[in-house]
């Protein structure tokens, strides 16, 4: 399998939205209900893409999953800080595409000038037919750490589950803080971008 990874842009979302799909649908990884239609997961990507990078990995023709990052909060104090999330297809975990994915996410945002890397998992004491802790887990083995847990403050098929917040940090903390760049201004150095 050889793994490619490109910018993803809002003519994917249909594609993507079947990836994303049955987490909603089937898991607690997602909190949200209901999936969003294919015109929200469009306007999704539309308003990320600007400042963040949202990027696609493939192998051939078939999209194997996503990951991309978006405000930790709205306030001008968090504008070093991002909130990272990765979703991969159900019969496409464990072949490398995760780990290339926040590898390359990682690199965009700290050519962009962002310094805290933020995830939240789903979490549960007890594994269960709806969510396991493979997300917690593979963000460890990417290095992030558990920073916090919110205990059962998500709802989903008739159960509690906790969410767990973990962070890495990948740049220096200044007294002078250069301001961070948007990922228009920096895309066309990715690598992705340049092996097209």
Not at 9 to 21: E, H, N, T
Not at 106 to 116: I, P, R, T, V, Y
């Amino acid at each position: 399998m050889e793994i490619t990874l490109r910018t993803a842009a809002p003519s994917d979302a249909a594609a993507l939205l079947q990836i994303y799909a049955p987490y909603v649908r089937d898991t607690a990884v997602s909190f949200e209900y209901e999936a969003p239609t294919v015109a929200e997961f469009t306007s999704r990507i539309e308003r990320t893409l600007p400042k963040y990078p949202y990027i696609v990995a493939q192998n051939g023709a078939e999209v194997l999953g996503y990951a991309y990052a978006g405000p930790f909060h709205e306030r001008a104090a968090y504008g070093w800080a991002v909130e990272t999330s990765i979703y991969i297809k159900k019969d496409c975990r464990r072949l490398g595409a995760g780990r290339l994915l926040y590898d390359a996410l990682e690199e965009a945002l700290k050519a962009q000038g962002f310094l805290n890397l933020n995830a939240c998992a789903a979490y549960t004491e007890r594994e269960d037919a709806y969510l396991t802790d493979d997300s917690l887990l593979f963000h460890q083995r990417m290095g992030y750490r558990p920073v916090g847990k919110f205990n059962q403050c998500g709802y989903k098929f008739g159960r509690w589950y906790d969410m767990v917040w973990l962070e890495k940090h990948i740049g220096e903390h200044l007294a002078v803080q250069p301001p961070v760049k948007t990922f228009g201004e920096i895309r066309s150095r990715m690598p992705w971008e340049t092996e097209r």
